[in-house]
C-alpha cells in the first residue's frame, strides 16, 4: 500500500510561482511511475506531469510546458511539482498519483492517489 500526502497549494496571483509536494509512503518510490493531475471546476481530470522510468523519463501536458517542472528527490521520498508563471487557467486541485510501473501510458495504470491540493490564481 501506498500513502501519498500533497501539499503547497494556495492561493496566488497571475504570474506568481508555487511548488507543491508530494510525500509517499509505504513502498519503493524509487521505483514508481509519478504523475501530477489537476481538475479544474467543471472540467474532468487532466494529466499535467510524469515522471517514470527511474526518473529518466518526464512528460508534460502541452499548456504548462516551459512552465512547470517535475522532479523528485529518492531520498525523501518526494514529488514535486515546480509551477511558474501561473495564469488563472492553472487554478484546480492538483493531485499526486502513483504507479508500481516503469512506464505508464494511461490514467488508469495510477493504483494510488492523493487528497489533493488546491491551487487558485487569481488574475
Known amino acids: 500500500q501506498v500513502q501519498l500526502v500533497e501539499s503547497g497549494g494556495g492561493l496566488v496571483q497571475a504570474g506568481d510561482s508555487l511548488r507543491l509536494l508530494c510525500v509517499a509512503s509505504g513502498r519503493s518510490f524509487g521505483m514508481m511511475t509519478m504523475g501530477w493531475f489537476r481538475q479544474a471546476p467543471g472540467k474532468e481530470r487532466e494529466v499535467v506531469a510524469q515522471?517514470?522510468?527511474?526518473?529518466?523519463?518526464?512528460y508534460y501536458a502541452d499548456s504548462v510546458k516551459g512552465r512547470f517542472t517535475i522532479s523528485r528527490d529518492v531520498t525523501k521520498a518526494t514529488l514535486y511539482l515546480r509551477m511558474n508563471n501561473l495564469t488563472a487557467e492553472d487554478t484546480a486541485v492538483y493531485y499526486c498519483a502513483a504507479a508500481m510501473k516503469q512506464f505508464v501510458t494511461t490514467e488508469v495504470e495510477y493504483e494510488y492517489w492523493g487528497q489533493g491540493t488546491q491551487v487558485t490564481v487569481s488574475s
Open positions: 515522471i517514470m522510468h527511474f526518473g529518466s523519463v518526464k
